[in-house]
């Protein structure tokens, strides 16, 4: 069973770049065929997917988040991050980290509310 674990500061001034860890357990973020994310959730709309990380180390982005967003790993530490530059109130949500395992599972973090406000 895989479980995921967002971390990382509630609180970001604007402009700033926004970062947030995912942590790993029960499973490798190397193991193959898996895939791993970040969506987000701002107050009162829908879910945005922001990016992904395959377990090749191949990333993947939202185009319209593509200039902001940066997706790494530390396989060391079974973690994967997320940096968003240039943060605006806007970028304000609960961010998610998830990923999908062979053939079509999904697991979700709890979530971590990030507000962006000076």
């Known amino acids: 069973q895989v479980q995921l674990q967002e971390s990382g500061p509630g609180l970001v001034k604007p402009s700033q770049t926004l970062s947030l860890t995912c942590t790993i357990s029960?499973?490798?973020?190397?193991?193959?065929?898996?895939?791993w994310s970040w969506i987000r959730q701002p107050p009162r709309k829908g879910l945005e997917w922001m990016g992904a990380?395959?377990?090749?180390?191949?990333?993947y982005y939202s185009p319209s988040l593509k200039s902001r967003t940066s997706i790494s790993w530390d396989t060391y530490k079974n973690q994967f991050t997320l940096q968003l530059s240039s943060v605006t109130p806007e970028d304000t949500a609960v961010y998610y980290c998830?990923?999908?395992?062979?053939?079509?599972?999904?697991?979700w973090g709890k979530g971590t509310l990030v507000t962006v406000s000076s």
């Open positions: 029960g499973e490798s973020i190397t193991s193959n065929y898996y895939y």
């Open positions: 998830a990923s999908r395992a062979p053939p079509n599972t999904d697991y």
């Open positions: 990380l395959a377990y090749s180390g191949s990333t």
